[in-house]
């Protein structure tokens, strides 16, 4: 079992930026994909952005795309979410996935590809 812990959340003006981490634990492996998405209450889940732990490859929504930037730090086990530029749009809650039966990076935009998630982490950006 892998076990995923968020952090860095928080309430941040409209152009501020923010850096979320996600440390994972347990039973890892070099051949995993990890996500992050977020959720607003009674929506669906979406995806923002997704590495691959082995070669760092990136993929990224389209309503993210140039002010996100999704990293990882192999030594610490943990992966990041850069946020600049933010908006009032990007209130919400953000999850980390990861799953260890990976797809192509560019298909890995689907919540249930993934096996574990984090308990979240609440962003808000006022205006």
């Known amino acids: 079992q892998v076990q995923l812990v968020e952090s860095g959340g928080g309430l941040v003006q409209a152009g501020a930026s923010l850096r979320l981490s996600c440390a994972a634990s347990g039973r890892t492996s070099s051949r995993r994909t990890l996500g992050w998405f977020r959720q607003a209450p009674g929506k669906e889940r979406d995806f923002v952005a997704a590495i691959t732990w082995s070669d760092g490859i990136t993929h990224y929504a389209d309503s993210v795309k140039g002010r996100f930037t999704i990293s990882r730090e192999t030594s610490k086990n943990t992966v990041y979410l850069r946020m600049n530029s933010q908006k009032p749009a990007d209130t919400t809650v953000y999850y980390c996935?990861?799953?260890?039966?990976?797809?192509?990076?560019?298909?890995?935009?689907?919540?249930?590809?993934?096996?574990?998630w984090g308990q979240g982490a609440q962003v808000t950006v006022s205006a």
């Open positions: 996935a990861s799953t260890r039966k990976p797809k192509p990076i560019t298909t890995m935009t689907r919540s249930n590809l993934y096996e574990n």
